[in-house]
T-cell receptor, first 115, second 115 residues
Framework: GAVVSQHPSRVICKSGTSVKIECRSL??????MFWYRQFPKKSLMLMAT?????????EQGVEKDKFLINHASLTLSTLTVTSAHPEDSSFYIC???????????FGEGSWLTVV | AQSVAQPEDQVNVAEGNPLTVKCTYS??????LFWYVQYPNRGLQFLLK??????LVKGSYGFEAEFNKSQTSFHLKKPSALVSDSALYFC?????????????FGKGTKLSVKP
């Protein structure tokens, strides 16, 4: 299947700082990328959907000024957690879909710990 | 409203025995259904999907799923379980309310295969 790479896999940052997570589609052009958050032993919560070259669409309750999403190219989307707080600590997973494809492929996830 | 239900939080199976992980869905129209597997601290791996065609879908690692329209079910099955199949399994349906193709996930079922 298609490969989606996520980096970093783990990051620790101090409260008040910002951290960026990258999501890359390695062998296909991802016209649409999705960012999820997963709490321990819970299902995935969709945070936002981004299309290449367009502003991201955020789900209700997700602060767009806190979770900045950029999808500047067909192979890269970034999630920047701004002014991070300990409650932002979580497992963040990106996924990608190409044009009219039906299957969505996921990255390996990024563990964020805010101390 | 569209939804996916995985009625079992956990399924325990002995190695070599058949396994079933249940999933039912509620959507209007024809559903696009997916199964993903998540190993600890990892992203989601695509197992199989049903879009149209044969009701029995075969996927990765020997897994298969049967689409049953009358029962609105899409149970995941494997004839002979392996210890390495132990993981968290998610059933998902494509959200038809948007053109983005994002997925609506069930809460997940933890599969435990004992030697």
């Amino acid at each position: 299947g298609a490969v989606v790479s996520q980096h970093p896999s783990r990051v620790i940052c101090k409260s008040g700082t910002s951290v960026k997570i990258e999501c890359r589609s390695l062998d296909f052009q991802a016209t649409t990328m999705f960012w999820y958050r997963q709490f321990p032993k819970k299902s995935l919560m969709l945070m936002a959907t981004s299309n290449e070259g367009s502003k991201a669409t955020y789900e209700q309750g997700v602060e767009k000024d806190k979770f900045l999403i950029n999808h500047a190219s067909l192979t890269l989307s970034t999630l920047t957690v701004t002014s991070a707080h300990p409650e932002d600590s979580s497992f963040y997973i990106c996924s990608a879909r190409w044009r009219s494809g039906n299957t969505i492929y996921f990255g390996e996830g990024s563990w964020l710990t805010v101390v | 409203a569209q939804s996916v239900a995985q009625p079992e939080d956990q399924v325990n199976v002995a190695e070599g025995n058949p396994l079933t992980v249940k999933c039912t869905y509620s959507v209007s129209g024809n559903p696009y259904l997916f199964w993903y597997v998540q190993y600890p601290n990892r992203g989601l791996q695509f197992l199989l999907k049903y879009i149209t065609g044969d009701n029995l879908v075969k996927g990765s690692y020997g897994f298969e799923a049967e689409f049953n329209k009358s029962q609105t079910s899409f149970h995941l099955k494997k004839p002979s379980a392996l210890v390495s199949d132990s993981a968290l399994y998610f059933c998902a349906v494509r959200d038809i309310r948007t053109s983005q193709g994002n997925l609506i996930f069930g809460k997940g079922t933890k599969l435990s295969v004992k030697p």
